[in-house]
């Protein structure tokens, strides 16, 4: 366990299709570094030569969470914080923060460093949008991916816990204006 001095993470939690690569896309723009469980997975189905695919997100997903060493997905999560941290970056995104067990391995890693924000959006809302989105997504699916997300990636209980929440129903500018508020609060 390290102690890392004055180092702010925020991570984003919630189902697809709630906002989360949204507001990590923004504080990106803003000059906010990010550290992405989703884009360490891409990058290792692009590494398999798979097509980016549900099934095939999900098999490398599994494959890597469940590696006798360990989570290595989690563990390249810590190691790309460390890294920034040594950078001289005081304040990280995590995007993709999902289940109970790297949530307390993050907060163990950086005590007093980690403040969750669950992000919602109603279902017809998230439907709409991963349906139309980069990867379009038919229902039955959006409804499997759900199921998996909180079933074997436990992420109920992250977001039950998070430090705040945030309900992006709106247009992208009224999640801007949430997420400028909150940080005004908090001091990120």
Known sequence: MTEPINVELIAFVGL??????????YLG??????VSFADIIANKVKEAGLDFTLENERSVREKLRN???GDLVL??????IHKLVEGGQHRIVV????????????????????TVVALTARRHIRHRRLTSGEHPMTTQQIDT???DEIETLNKGGVIAIADYYLFDNGSLEQLHI??????RQIEF
Do not use: C, M, N
């Open 16 to 25: 697809a299709g709630t906002g989360k690569s949204a507001i990590t896309k």
């Open 29 to 34: 723009e803003l000059g906010v570094p990010k």
């Open 67 to 69: 590696d006798p060493a």
């Open 75 to 80: 563990a390249e999560v810590i190691t790309q």
């Open 95 to 114: 995007d993709g923060l999902g289940s109970w067990e790297s949530y307390k391995r993050i907060r163990h890693e950086f005590p007093g460093s980690l």
């Open 145 to 147: 991916r759900d199921y």
């Open 178 to 183: 949430q997420i400028d508020e909150l940080f």
